[in-house]
């Protein structure tokens, strides 16, 4: 057993290491490297997500496509307008990534813990990941919530929200504080696929080290694969959850529900509805969350 441990050990990442330690310092580790990541993921990735998010809430007549919508976007607002909602993520990521990632890494512990001498296996490491997902949904819905509806400013005939604080203000003042997670269940929906993310970065990381290639390299091809993974299915819970969010703040609704956006997208564009806006999500999954899960692992090595 011991010799199967052994040759098991460099098949793992950094942040699958130290699982049999149990103490408050490697569980610190794991909040903290989420931090450093959620700031790299908002500083590559953000201009990808507007353009994302602006496609997946608009119709077929206000962009052709991702290069259309990112050329009307500087053109007309400027390039600032990529950044547009940055600043509850530039706060909120930091939160949800500590959350997710120390979720992520403590579930990893506890099932170690299980396990004993034996490694986790791909489930467990999703059930981590789903863990993880779950648990920073409540975090997300209103961080992603404010961030959806400030993107989706085009201009200041109409603009509704002067900034973030000014967002979440006239939310609970309309609707009560309850009105901040709006869209919880669809947002759990999107971030239980972090099963997938994470079963699927094992996997990768497993068989990339068998290519002899640098431990940077292979964390970062795994990261860009599994979040390849992860997009593929989660896309229609994230159309469905930015549609829902950023309806207009009036009554009645115009989608009571998610299931009524998921039928609105069915019926007015079928199947392929629910995929609008995915080249800029795929374009932004590698570099992104490559970049994060590099930093994560890296913050985790230093902090080992």
């Not at 949800?96 to 490491?125: C, E, Y």
């Not at 509704?160 to 009105?179: E, S």
Request: with cysteine; glycine share 8%; charged share 15%.
């Amino acid at each position: 057993m011991t010799k199967d441990i052994a040759a098991a050990a460099p098949t793992q990442s950094t942040a699958n290491s130290k699982l049999d330690d149990q103490s408050l310092y490697n569980r610190f580790r794991g909040f903290a490297a989420g931090v450093a990541s959620g700031i790299t993921k908002l500083a590559v990735g953000h201009p990808f997500d507007t353009v994302k998010v602006r496609l997946q809430t608009s119709g077929k007549a206000d962009f052709k496509g991702p290069l259309d919508c990112l050329k009307k976007t500087i053109q007309k607002e400027g390039f600032r307008a990529l950044y547009k909602g940055a600043t509850p993520p530039l706060v909120g990521w930091m939160f949800m990534d500590s959350i997710m990632l120390g979720t992520l890494h403590n579930a990893r512990l506890i099932q170690q813990s299980w396990n004993g001498d034996k490694p986790l296996t791909v489930f467990q490491h999703g059930l981590a990941g789903l863990a993880g997902g779950l648990t920073v949904s409540f975090v997300a819905t209103p961080v992603e919530q404010i961030k959806a509806r400030l993107q989706v400013q085009y201009d200041a005939a109409t603009k509704v929200y002067t900034g973030p604080i000014n967002c979440a203000t006239q939310l609970v003042r309309n609707n009560g504080i309850t009105a901040l997670w709006t869209g919880l269940l669809p947002t759990m929906a999107f971030r239980s696929w972090f099963f997938v993310f994470w079963a699927s970065y094992d996997v990768f990381t497993r068989e990339l080290k068998k290519y002899n290639l640098s431990d940077g390299s292979v964390t970062f091809i795994a990261g860009g694969l599994s979040a390849t993974a992860f997009w593929l299915g989660a896309f229609p819970s994230d159309s469905i959850k930015n549609r829902y969010m950023t309806q207009p703040d009036v009554h009645p609704k115009r989608f009571p529900s998610p299931w009524s956006v998921a039928q609105y997208i069915y019926r007015n564009d079928g199947l392929r509805g629910f995929y609008r806006g995915f080249l800029p999500s795929f374009l932004r999954a590698f570099p992104t969350n490559a970049s994060a899960v590099f930093m994560f692992e890296t913050v985790m090595k230093l902090l080992a």
